[in-house]
């Protein structure tokens, strides 16, 4: 039986264990990049993807769009300026509660046909700021309230001593214009749907009610200051719509990626007579509650009409990208080819090439 002494006075050793692993025994493979491997995966990318490219800018061209900036729109109102044009833009930068009305005639040129959607877009805002995107407590926005903010939410997390709900920087920029459009051809307002315009995921998942009566559980809390409704009022009409669940919220919180961008404000509802089949070519008006301010940041505002292909959206880089890197790859294995075939030894030659043989220039 070996002793506590001699275990004691067996050396240590920083040798690893006899393992394939650690001792660098395990078996590897690497290519060896020939002619007759290179070259026919350059002209098979090649012809894989130009056909590609050209279905997806297919599609893409599908997409019928039609985007109307009115970042400098007149004000409808009666203003103290003797009868002259004055922008919404600085109707709104002289104070911020005041209200201004805007109209712009647009004519469509061709028939929307199939579903169509209404955006908004923005120009020169950066929601991917890294301060930005963290500016939010997702235990607010699952309906777990409570007077204890998250920090990440300065320095829009309480006003007047109370916790704002929803508190942070996204939620306080919430775009605020209201959009409304009117068919000439109709006589009548286009019919907008404001559900079904969220993520279903975001939706059930991520954004949740506090239970019970809603008034009662958010008027306890301060509403964001660039706010003029409280968070259970935002949508009048439909009460599913409000609090957390309300899917402009919900749309806007879903940070963009670049400071171009836009994001779904409105369907189409294609249920009632006249719309049935989409937007018909003609005259329409749109007609906006101006109160998102923009000029402080030098951006602009657009709505944008569009229905959807098999793909989504009108996006033809993503074609474009395809048909060009098919391009080079296909000119790349011509030039290699030639390059083969001028220039590289025969079979033969390689085969006789020992470390006696001359080196030729």
């Known amino acids: 039986m070996t002793s506590i002494n001699e275990v004691s006075s067996i050396p240590k050793t920083k040798k690893p264990s006899d393992s394939a692993f650690k001792q660098q025994r395990l078996p590897a493979w690497q290519p060896i990049l020939t002619a007759g491997t290179v070259l026919p995966t350059f002209f098979v990318i090649g012809i894989a993807f130009i056909p590609v490219g050209v279905g997806l800018l297919y599609f893409s061209d599908q997409v019928k769009e039609y985007i109307l900036d009115y970042t400098d729109c007149n004000s409808t109102n009666i203003n103290h300026t003797k009868g002259m044009p004055v922008k919404c833009a600085d109707v709104i930068a002289e104070n911020r509660s005041n209200i201004c009305n805007c109209e712009l005639n647009f004519t469509l040129p061709s028939d929307f046909n199939g579903k169509t959607y209404m955006y908004y877009g923005l120009t020169n805002f950066y929601q991917n700021h890294r301060r930005y995107v963290k500016s939010r407590d997702d235990n607010q926005l699952l309906g777990k309230l409570s007077e204890v903010v998250s920090g990440d939410c300065e320095p829009f997390a309480y006003d007047e001593g109370k916790a704002i709900v929803p508190c942070g920087a996204i939620a306080n920029s919430l775009f605020s214009d209201e959009l409304k459009l009117y068919s000439v051809l109709h006589k009548t307002n286009v019919p907008l749907l404001e559900t079904g315009i969220a993520w279903p995921s975001d939706k059930n998942?991520?954004?949740?009610?506090?239970?019970?009566?809603?008034?009662?559980?958010?008027?306890?809390?301060?509403?964001?200051?660039?706010?003029?409704?409280?968070?259970?009022?935002?949508?009048?009409?439909?009460?599913?719509?409000?609090?957390?669940?309300?899917?402009?919220?919900?749309?806007?919180?879903?940070?963009?990626?670049?400071?171009?961008?836009?994001?779904?404000?409105?369907?189409?509802?294609?249920?009632?007579?006249?719309?049935?089949?989409?937007?018909?070519?003609?005259?329409?008006?749109?007609?906006?509650?101006?109160?998102?301010?923009?000029?402080?940041?030098?951006?602009?505002?657009?709505?944008?009409?569009?229905?959807?292909?098999?793909?989504?959206?009108?996006?033809?880089?993503?074609?474009?990208?395809?048909?060009?890197?098919?391009?080079?790859?296909?000119?790349?294995?011509?030039?290699?080819?030639?390059?083969?075939?001028?220039?590289?030894?025969?079979?033969?030659?390689?085969?006789?090439?020992?470390?006696?043989?001359?080196?030729?220039?």
């Open 205 to 361: 998942i991520k954004f949740k009610n506090p239970e019970g009566d809603l008034k009662k559980a958010f008027e306890k809390f301060a509403k964001p200051k660039n706010w003029s409704k409280h968070i259970f009022e935002l949508d009048k009409k439909n009460e599913d719509n409000n609090g957390f669940q309300n899917e402009d919220l919900i749309v806007w919180m879903r940070t963009a990626a670049l400071p171009t961008f836009r994001k779904l404000y409105r369907r189409v509802n294609h249920t009632e007579g006249g719309f049935a089949g989409g937007l018909i070519a003609g005259d329409y008006i749109l007609t906006v509650s101006y109160t998102y301010p923009v000029s402080a940041f030098n951006g602009r505002k657009r709505m944008i009409l569009s229905t959807t292909s098999l793909l989504g959206g009108k996006n033809p880089f993503l074609g474009i990208a395809y048909i060009v890197v098919g391009c080079i790859c296909l000119l790349l294995g011509i030039i290699l080819l030639i390059i083969h075939i001028k220039c590289s030894k025969s079979v033969t030659e390689m085969i006789n090439v020992t470390s006696n043989t001359p080196y030729q220039e």
